[in-house]
């Protein structure tokens, strides 16, 4: 079963920012927050990852909270190519995934 | 020059035939994966490869057959196919076993009839 809880879906007008929650309130100190989406067909993608400090590359920004029980990804400025399903995870040691249905996010004109 | 590819993008087959999918990776990775996405889109692991060797075997028929015959290639076998067995599989891989970033091929569906 996943272990983290995310919206079905959201929208979000193109230009604007995306911010996608999660919540891992089951989170262990040495696990990550990794987020990946899929377009719709394709494999999934790595956007980013964070421990507890906030996080940004050229794709997104993601925030966790001080508690580490809840994060959000941020795209600064969506586009139509951002609409896919966004998957927030949490992985251990051995780094296995445990994927549940995630956010399915459309980006409207 | 594609990071994870899969051949083939589509296959179509009838109940009881054997078939494979083939996967390669020019990353240079370690860690290479199998993943099974289904009518439902949930996304499973079904096998992980770290330099040849076996490191994950999740609960998956023993029908189902990896081999990894350098650490370049994974390829995933299938005996007996049964109608259960469609979906979308997806090879990945990634820098070593303790790296959760993860590069995904395109994926193959798999239909049986």
């Known amino acids: 079963d996943a272990k983290t809880t995310q919206p079905t879906s959201m929208d979000c007008a193109e230009g604007r920012a995306a911010n996608l929650p999660c919540n891992h309130s089951?989170?262990?100190?040495?696990?990550?927050v990794y987020w990946y989406r899929q377009i719709h067909s394709q494999g999934p993608q790595y956007i980013i990852h964070g421990l507890k400090n906030n996080e940004t590359n050229e794709m997104a920004s993601l925030i966790i909270t001080e508690d580490r029980k809840s994060s959000t990804l941020i795209l600064p400025h969506a586009t139509l190519r951002d609409t896919a399903v966004y998957y927030c995870i949490h992985a251990g040691n051995n780094r296995k995934l445990i994927w549940g249905l995630g956010t399915s996010l459309a980006v409207n004109p | 020059d594609t990071a994870v590819s899969q051949t083939p993008k589509y296959l179509v087959t009838q109940m009881g035939n054997d078939k494979s999918i083939k996967c390669e990776q020019n990353l240079g990775h370690d860690t290479m994966y199998w993943y099974k996405q289904d009518s439902k889109k949930f996304l499973k692991i079904m096998f992980s490869y770290n330099n040849k060797e076996l490191i994950i075997n999740e609960t998956v028929p023993n029908r189902f057959s990896p081999k990894s015959p350098d650490k370049a290639h994974l390829n995933l076998h299938i005996n007996s196919l049964e109608l259960g067995d469609s979906a979308v599989y997806f090879c990945a891989s990634s820098q070593d076993r303790r790296k959760a970033e993860q590069y995904f091929g395109p994926g193959t569906r798999l239909t049986v009839t």
């Open positions: 089951t989170i262990s100190g040495n696990e990550y």
